[in-house]
């Protein structure tokens, strides 16, 4: 009965960690949802800077070619080829950047997602060693019992015998 309550207690602790690890898990998962929301956030502020930048480059283009006089120049015109190539090249790299940070973070959800199911398995096995423990304790008491039954019978017949000979009167 001690080894049953003791076995009851280590399934239990065993399925609160697994439990626990599981929670922990999920809430892994959840913080790098945020950081991966946050990340994207980013991405799209300084993709609209990029045009903010690009459309105030065009605009300080034009005046000081207004200014003197040289709004109709081909000079206007490569600049405003000039500033559209650099707002292209730096939202490139924004976008380059954000594939890298996509990987990472389907990445770190690969690596929460393993070791997850490594704690649930581990679990599994000390549950599974547990049973198989138990089960070779109660083999081994049944053994005991049944190799032992010639004595426990002629202890029986002993016992018999005491008693009729403590009422006859013997």
Do not use: W
Not at 147 to 170: K, R, T
Request: cysteine-free.
């Amino acid at each position: 009965k001690e080894s049953e309550r003791s076995y009851e207690e280590e399934a239990s602790a065993i399925r609160q960690e697994s439990a626990a690890a599981r929670r922990e898990t999920e809430a892994s998962k959840r913080g790098e949802a945020l950081r991966f929301q946050q990340m994207q956030l980013e991405a799209s502020r300084k993709q609209r800077d990029i045009i903010r930048n690009a459309q105030v480059a065009r605009a300080t283009g034009l005046t000081r070619a207004t200014a003197q006089g040289a709004q109709q120049g081909s000079g206007l015109q490569g600049s405003y080829g000039q500033f559209a190539g650099e707002a292209a090249r730096q939202s490139s790299a924004v976008q380059g950047n954000l594939t890298i940070g996509e990987g990472l973070f389907q990445s770190n959800l690969d690596i929460f997602t393993a070791r997850s199911e490594q704690s649930e398995a581990r679990g599994r096995q000390q549950l599974a060693r547990g049973q198989r423990e138990r089960a070779q304790g109660n083999t081994a008491f049944g053994q005991s019992l049944f190799n032992a039954a010639p004595q426990l019978g002629q202890l029986g017949v002993q016992a018999q015998s005491y008693g009729q000979n403590l009422f006859s009167g013997q």
